[in-house]
């Protein structure tokens, strides 16, 4: 057991080395890494360059399209010569066809549709309204108030609607028709009359026609016994009379004045006295509530209602005539709004469309007041329906056939010095003599604007120390390359978030920023592009680019695409709100616009989604979430690794654990920590045996069976090409591979080193060379994998410490770490001698939380039956 636990000391520690050939070995590491710098340095140049070339070109290419074969030729330039037609043809007229489609576009008409919200206004009015005369009637009482068979309806209207005076004179007639004769009124007669009512009666009558009606000890009805006639002679009858209406009234030639006399001399022979007087009591009453309706018609609140009805054409009808007018109403206003009123109608149309609907539902008697009324609310209710007017204006331009003009051969097109018109330039468009060339000078500078910007994305991402490879380069162009082709398709959805989303989750979020705003600047300059479109693919993107490798799964993704969506057809809404797009009637397609470009920004989302693992895979990327699926525990080299190797597992978690903490606290990939270090170790699994910690006590065959330190060396140098061997058939990413060997680095095998020297000092025939007794590296060249050897070196040491304290851990992994840095491990690795100290107390903080102290838990004595 001491020399296993020596054995895996020394395996994973740094002994020192005499000094002149330590020195030795330093120097030549470093003459060897400065050969290869330069050399590598000198490949990368020029690969870089080759890059350089290939994306300004193919930027330019692209973004340049409109560049390449413009005509020499253009309207409003003198003909360079006299051309003539080389041969017969016909070639369209774009002019006169464009004219003939205008005019039948014009021409054609406007498709209306019915505007709920007006038919619905026009509704609420007209209903008002009828409440309005609703409440009048109701407030004028019910009518007819008596039976019509003895009282006709114009009869009963009269009588609850005539003046004082007439009311007045009609009882008095009334009282007189059995003292006088038919003529009464004529002569000296209707003088005696005129003296009666301005001496007699008319002096004891109320000046106020709203005083009660008949006021007495008993109350306000007339006494069973009393008589009407009485009441007159004694004054003690208040009629209603306004002091304007006690003139002398001439009743000659009133026809309604004597129906009313005759129908009711006719009631008073078919009935007595009594029934004559409780009637005239019910009219007295009936009048009182009419002039109340009068009243509250004429009131300052009910204007509308004073400007649709007339004391006469809204009470002169009977209930049942109301009722079938509202009834007549409803239905005429439904089919006329239903059929719709347009804009601009004639009043006459509109007129005799409401007679007749009030012809054919109204009784005659409330035709006037329907009419009226339905012409007072009526109004247009109809809009343009702008998707089918587009629709119908587009079917009639496409049916307008082009206008074709037959050319002959060796016609005059156009001559020498003549300016070239629209229709000169089509016809040598059809001839092929436009003379079409490159715009080069435009393309160059052009070229320029994309080097420029080529150079800003290279300066970003050294600051950034984002370390591109070439392949890398290669897909940024792709990706940024695919937003200018779409647009050159004429597709104004194009793919700034998947572009956003890619760049943001493959590499730093400042790249995609950097990408997306660049072509921001770039694009309008070449590419025909709206403003607004241009502003929220551009928010769509950058939103992308910021939030993808923040995300851990691809549901999360999945919800960014969302969030962009939203973002992408905000801005866009936003954007026409601003400028005041969507106001009057473009709101229709402002809104159909931004929904899609919102489900563009949606759909390439999607699309970037399913492209991510294929482009990883091809492109040998790591992403948050690949890393994440490589970490898992039931991929299938790591459940051999755990099965085959136990020992080797379980060290792999302890070095993840430390590695993890390290990383975390120096703000490294923590990812890539995690899933490079449950890898680094695969290739124990081609001999777990030679290894001690998967011997779990049993022989060690290194000292048993081989016992040859040269073999040994080779068994345990063999983990990290064999480990290689595996990633690479398990597609293990570069990123995942480069832990296997430089976890190891350039390291010296101590412990066979050691056996090696003692038999060469025994047998000098024997040469030792140290390089048999080293891995081959490379030393770690980054930080992520610089961490991963330290902890890798110092887990060992840290689970071989017992009772040891902090202070004695922390000096423990001072004196491995150091070592290290001597052995030149960590030159490349980016980390600093501040950083080592940093760790070495990260991985005692570690190795604190596993190894701190537990309760000592009293022992159970055994019963007495135990």
């Known amino acids: ?88 043809a016909k070639v369209e007229d774009k002019e006169e066809t464009e004219a003939q489609r205008q005019a039948a576009s014009r021409s054609s008409v406007r498709v209306l549709m019915v505007d709920v919200s007006r038919t619905e206004r026009i509704n609420k009015n007209l209903q008002q309204l009828l409440d309005e005369g609703n409440k009048i009637r109701t407030t004028a009482g019910v009518f007819p108030f008596f039976d019509i068979s003895v009282l006709s309806v114009p009869t009963q209207h009269y009588l609850r609607s005539c003046s004082p005076s007439e009311w007045k004179t009609l009882l008095i007639t009334l009282k007189n028709t059995s003292q006088l004769n038919s003529g009464w009124l004529v002569g000296k007669n209707r003088s005696n009359l005129e003296n009666r009512q301005s001496g007699g009666i008319a002096q004891k009558l109320p000046t106020s026609e709203f005083l009660p009606l008949f006021p007495s000890s008993r109350g306000s009805a007339i006494s069973e016994h009393q008589s009407l006639y009485s009441l007159l002679n004694s004054g003690s009858l208040p009629l209603f009379l306004s002091p304007l209406d006690e003139k002398p009234v001439n009743i000659t030639q009133n026809t309604d004045f004597t129906q009313a006399v005759a129908e009711l001399k006719a009631y008073r022979a078919s009935t007595s006295e009594q029934n004559l007087d409780s009637l005239i009591v019910k009219t007295s009453q009936v009048r009182q509530a009419y002039t109340q309706a009068k009243i509250q018609l004429l009131q300052p609140e009910k204007a509308s209602s004073k400007r649709v009805y007339s004391e006469t054409a809204l009470l002169r009808l009977s209930d049942n005539e109301w009722s079938q007018a509202q009834t007549g109403i409803r239905r005429s206003a439904d089919r006329i709004l239903a059929q719709g009123i347009p804009p601009g109608l004639p009043s006459s149309i509109l007129q005799n469309a409401v007679k007749l609907n009030v012809q054919e539902f109204v009784p005659k008697n409330a035709e006037p007041v329907v009419t009226k009324l339905l012409l007072s609310v009526l109004q247009p209710n109809l809009k343009n329906d702008e998707e089918q007017t587009k629709l119908q204006i587009q079917q009639a331009s496409d049916g307008v056939l082009p206008v074709m003009v037959e050319i002959q051969k060796g016609e005059l097109i156009v001559t020498k010095g003549e300016d070239i018109t629209k229709w000169h330039f089509d016809v040598l468009e059809h001839y092929q003599l436009i003379r079409r060339e490159n715009n080069w000078l435009e393309l160059a500078k052009l070229a320029g604007i994309v080097t420029v ?41 194009t793919t700034w978030s998947a572009v956003g989303l890619l760049l943001g989750s493959f590499y730093a979020p400042v790249l995609g920023t950097t990408v997306v705003g660049l072509l921001l600047l770039i694009l309008p300059m070449t590419v025909e592009i709206s403003i607004i479109s241009l502003l929220a693919g551009g928010a769509a993107g950058i939103l992308g680019s910021i939030m993808a490798q923040r995300l851990r799964s691809r549901e999360e993704l999945a ?81 051999r690794l755990a099965t085959e190797t136990p020992g080797t597992f379980q060290h792999t978690l302890l070095v993840a654990t430390l590695a993890e903490a390290a990383a975390k606290h120096l703000g490294c990939n923590v990812e890539l920590v995690r899933a490079g270090t449950l890898y680094h170790d ?13 011997q779990m006590g049993g022989p060690n065959k290194h000292e048993t069976e081989i016992q040859d330190p040269w073999k040994s060396a080779a068994i345990i140098k063999k983990h990290v090409t064999e480990g290689l061997v595996m990633a690479q058939k398990h597609l293990l990413p570069t990123a995942i591979q480069a832990f296997i060997p430089e976890h190891q680095g350039t390291m010296l095998i101590a412990y066979f080193y050691h056996q090696a020297q003692q038999m060469s000092q025994e047998n000098p025939n024997l040469i030792l060379d140290d390089a048999d007794f080293r891995y ?66 990260i991985f005692v903080d570690v190795w604190q939380q596993f190894h701190h102290k537990r309760i000592a838990y009293p022992k159970l004595k055994a019963g007495k039956n135990g």
């Not at 050294?462 to 390359?481: A, E, F, I, S």
């Not at 695969?682 to 910690?693: A, S, T, V």
């Not at 410490?801 to 030159?827: C, G, S, Y």
Request: charged fraction near 20%; charge should be positive.
């Open 1 to 88: 057991m001491k020399k296993q636990r020596f054995f895996k000391s020394v395996d994973n520690s740094e002994h020192q080395k005499p000094e002149i050939a330590h020195r030795t070995m330093a120097k030549t590491v470093r003459i060897r890494r400065g050969i290869d710098a330069v050399c590598l340095g000198w490949v990368h140049e020029k690969r870089s360059s080759v890059v350089l070339a290939i994306a300004v070109v193919s930027l330019t290419g692209v973004m340049g399209h409109k560049l390449y074969n413009q005509p020499q030729l253009a309207v409003g330039t003198p003909a360079p010569e006299t051309m003539k037609a080389p041969y017969a």
């Open 453 to 493: 910007a080529i150079g800003v994305f290279v300066v970003v991402a050294r600051q950034m120390k984002c370390k591109l490879r070439q392949r890398d380069y290669l897909l940024v162009l792709l990706l940024t390359l695919s937003t200018p082709g779409v647009l050159a398709l004429g597709v104004p959805y």
């Open 559 to 639: 919800l960014l695409g969302v969030a962009i969506a939203v973002t992408q057809g905000g801005v866009y809404l936003i954007m026409k709100l601003l400028i005041g797009a969507a106001f009057g009637g473009g709101w229709y397609f402002v809104l159909q616009s931004s929904g899609l470009f919102a489900l563009s920004g949606l759909a390439w989302s999607i699309v970037a989604l399913g492209l991510s693992p294929y482009l990883e895979k091809v492109f040998d990327l790591v992403t948050p979430i690949r890393l994440a699926e490589l970490a898992n525990p039931n991929r299938p080299l790591l459940k």
């Open 682 to 694: 695969i290739g124990k699994m081609h001999d777990p045996l030679g290894f001690i910690e998967n």
């Open 776 to 841: 081959d590296g490379p030393i770690p060249q980054s930080r992520e994998t610089g961490i991963v050897m330290l902890a890798d070196s110092c887990e060992a040491a840290l689970r071989s410490l017992k009772d040891a304290t902090p202070e004695q851990a922390l000096a423990m992994l001072n004196n491995i770490l150091r070592a290290k840095w001597q052995d030149n491990q960590m030159v490349d690795s980016g980390l600093t001698r501040q950083e080592m100290s940093e760790i070495s107390q």
